[in-house]
């Protein structure tokens, strides 16, 4: 077992250090300037992989800021949805998390990020669910995102192989498209009535318009005899 996750008491899942990926660093710092003066808090998204823990994202829930605080409507976390801290920023000097920041560490996850003025790569402080600094390191690790997750919707009877062309599919079919298309002749009559609202937007429909449709041989409409009944 991990030393963190005897801390952690999380036995199912044991990792020894935390990795964050740049473009979460990025982001927070982002939307801290952007918050600014308020107070800027998200959740962590990541996974463990070789018993090291990756942050990869951020998970954005509804709820209210100020200059002194933030809250998420944490009721509203979908059952499935797996998160492994919280990200927050102070429009202050100081990354040392408040009483109120204690009580959301220990239930809301295992790390959690600080970031304090001037919201820089350097004034990010990681905690533990206790409140106690944890160290961890910066970098790229944006391959280990879930895309894996979408190889449920291919198969590899999809792929084309060099030099295959595209078969026709379902809505593809240009032989049954066109059998569908000329059966118009038979189903619908050459000469067709057909009546439509004369709309005025002030006063609404007003009078009626009754025009014949005719289809040629070659599928074309032809409108003909417009006539206006009142």
């Not at 976390?77 to 100081?94: F, R, V």
């Not at 920041?101 to 304090?116: M, N, R």
């Amino acid at each position: 077992m991990g030393f963190f996750s005897k801390i952690f008491g999380n036995k199912p899942e044991t990792f020894d250090n935390v990795k964050v990926d740049r473009e979460v660093i990025d982001s927070m710092i982002y939307y801290s300037k952007e918050a600014y003066p308020r107070e800027f808090l998200s959740l962590l998204e990541g996974k463990i992989v070789d018993n090291t823990l990756y942050i990869l994202g951020l998970i954005f829930l509804p709820g209210e800021t100020c200059d002194t605080g933030a809250v998420l409507h944490d009721y509203m976390i979908p059952p499935t949805l797996k998160y492994w801290g919280t990200a927050h920023c102070h429009p202050g000097p100081s990354a040392r998390p408040s009483d109120a920041d204690l009580a959301t560490f220990s239930k809301q996850g295992v790390f959690h990020l600080i970031l304090c003025l001037p919201y820089s790569q350097e004034t990010f402080i990681g905690y533990n669910k206790h409140g106690e600094q944890m160290d961890f390191e910066v970098g790229d690790y944006s391959y280990l995102k879930d895309n894996e997750d979408l190889d449920e919707y291919f198969y590899e009877d999809d792929i084309l192989d060099d030099g295959e062309e595209l078969k026709p599919g379902f809505f593809d079919d240009e032989e049954e498209f066109n059998r569908e298309f000329n059966s118009i002749d038979e189903t619908n009559p050459k000469n067709e009535t057909v009546i439509l609202p004369d709309f005025d937007e002030k006063r609404g429909p007003q009078n009626v318009v009754k025009i014949n449709v005719e289809i040629d041989e070659n599928g074309n409409l032809k409108i003909t005899d417009f006539k206006k009944r009142k």
